[in-house]
């Protein structure tokens, strides 16, 4: 349950800080924080990564039930299995993954902020819960290399039968 709690903590957190940048920047507007390398700016994405489906009218949809789809199984997961590192790699993706979700379906679009350039090479602006999903996949690939016995599913709590049966 307080994986759940994390989750709504994490989502909340990253639609704080969107809260702030839309408070304070128009749409593409920026502030330098580090000129020719950091910049904080208001950007609307309607697609995923890298502007994966925004030039489709049904990507904002799609991305949208995809998201919804990953945030419930991915709650139902940390609520059945028992490993704490499991549960909170799952929890860290899921609050990313719901914040961004938010986005879509009040704004029609995902608020992304840091904006950082390499040189002529501008890394794709991204937002806290595109870092939270990120770091979330990263730990969860380093617990299942460390634990690859969780991928038997010995560590779900298995439900009893209503009839008693086994």
Not at 33 to 51: C, E, K, L, P, Q
């Amino acid at each position: 349950m307080v994986y759940l709690i994390v989750i709504l903590l994490l989502a909340v957190a990253d639609q704080a800080f969107k809260y702030v940048i839309h408070l304070n920047l128009a749409p593409e507007q920026y502030i330098t924080v580090i000129d020719n390398f950091f910049y904080i700016v208001n950007h609307r994405n309607t697609g995923a990564a890298w502007s994966f489906l925004a030039n489709v009218d049904w990507g904002i949809y799609l991305l949208s039930a995809i998201s919804f789809v990953a945030v419930v199984a991915m709650s139902i997961i940390i609520l059945r299995v028992k490993n704490h590192w499991l549960q909170a790699s799952l929890a860290i993706i899921a609050g990313g993954s719901l914040g961004n979700l938010i986005d879509r379906v009040r704004l029609g679009a995902v608020t992304d902020f840091l904006n950082f350039q390499f040189g002529s090479y501008v890394f794709p602006t991204f937002n806290l819960a595109d870092m939270l999903v990120v770091c979330g996949t990263i730990m969860l690939v380093i617990v299942i290399l460390a634990q690859p016995e969780l991928l038997d599913g010995s560590d779900v709590q298995k439900s009893k039968p209503a009839d008693g049966a086994q």
